[in-house]
T-cell receptor, first 112, second 115 residues
């Protein structure tokens, strides 16, 4: 039972355009959400997070939006750059178990 | 600053063999964890530790053992390797459980193949 779902395995975007990565969750016990970025042959690195008491968090070119009623979050990258090409994982913290659950990842390719 | 160091980077085992994946961190983090990454499955928690002497099971603990005798080290033992354990393994650490203001720091992974 996948509690955190990233339904798009891959996404291709032109440099300079907006990249939108989506994540859906099913568990109402999640209260904190994170995005991690992973390059080949490296471990994931933390990118941005959002608490369930907010609906938006921005850090430079990266913005995460949270829609609690829809149990949906999204990561916007504007403008997209070739160096953003990576696999992006969303993760959610269960406040009851204090464990992080990861999604399956979306591979983003930014082409010139 | 090395962060989280995993060894080896690659390993091939035969079914039934045992081995230990090493993980060390130099950030004085109390929380350490092991994940496995499989295609279409994301990152799944195997075992975790909230401090020296304390370990607990994650989502997929069967076939693996851990111990935490020091704050720095958190080895993962495969008792009798099976082909289903072919995966990429990541060790991660953080000040707390990877939640508020305490994101996980990951190592670069160990790619394990069991034949």
């Amino acid at each position: 039972d996948q509690q955190v779902k990233q339904n798009s395995p891959s996404l291709s975007v032109q440099e300079g355009r907006i990249s939108i990565l989506n994540c859906d969750y099913t568990n109402s016990m999640f209260d904190y959400f994170l995005w991690y970025k992973k390059y080949p042959a490296e471990g994931p690195t933390f990118l941005i997070s959002i608490s369930s008491i907010k609906d938006k968090n921005e850090d430079g070119r990266f913005t995460v939006f949270l829609n609690k009623s829809a149990k949906h979050l999204s990561l916007h990258i504007v403008p997209s750059q070739p160096g953003d090409s990576a696999v992006y994982f969303c993760a959610a913290r269960n406040y009851n178990t204090d464990k992080l659950i990861f999604g399956t990842g979306t591979r983003l390719q930014v082409f010139p | 600053n090395a962060g989280v160091t995993q060894t080896p980077k690659f390993q091939v085992l035969k079914t039934g063999q045992s081995m230990t994946l090493q993980c060390a961190q130099d950030m004085n983090h109390e929380y350490m964890s092991w994940y496995r990454q499989d295609p279409g499955m994301g990152l799944r928690l195997i075992h975790y530790s909230v401090g020296a002497g304390i370990t607990d099971q994650g989502e997929v603990p069967n076939g693996y053992n851990v111990s935490r005798s020091t704050t720095e080290d958190f080895p993962l033992r495969l008792l009798s390797a099976a082909p289903s354990q072919t995966s990429v393994y990541f060790c991660a650490s953080s000040r707390s459980t990877g939640g508020y203001n305490s994101p996980l720091h990951f190592g670069n992974g160990t790619r394990l193949t069991v034949t």
